[in-house]
């Protein structure tokens, strides 16, 4: 069955740094759009960043509250994307998913719960 499985997540201060991974199984990756989700105490799932499959070039996308901060990117061969999160504020603060867009068929993890205080 397909496996997104998310770590990475935890507890840091603003200004601090994590990085997500999400490694997948018995997805087509190369050719899945991958994307972070995250969602709040209160709030709506929101995309946080996704990236095309790489042939569809692999291009990127932003929500305007993480750009030139998060970093989202993926490695083929380990069927694996990762979500580079700098600067972190406590507005980051939230559970994290990991989506794979294959056709019409999505996927979800179970999400890391990332947190940002001091």
């Known amino acids: 069955q397909v496996q997104l499985v998310e770590s990475g997540g935890g507890s840091v201060q603003p200004g601090g740094s994590l990085r997500l991974s999400c490694a997948t199984s018995r997805i087509a990756f190369s050719s899945s759009t991958m994307g972070w989700y995250r969602q709040a105490v209160g709030k709506q799932r929101e995309l946080v960043a996704s990236i095309s499959s790489i042939t569809s070039g692999g291009n990127t996308n932003y929500a305007n509250s993480v750009k030139d901060r998060f970093t989202i990117y993926r490695d083929n061969t380990k069927s694996t994307v990762y979500l580079q999160m700098n600067n972190l504020k406590p507005e980051d603060t939230a559970v994290y998913y990991c989506?794979?867009?294959?056709?019409?068929?999505?996927?979800w993890g179970q999400g890391t719960q990332v947190s940002v205080s001091s």
């Open positions: 989506n794979a867009e294959i056709g019409s068929r999505i996927f």
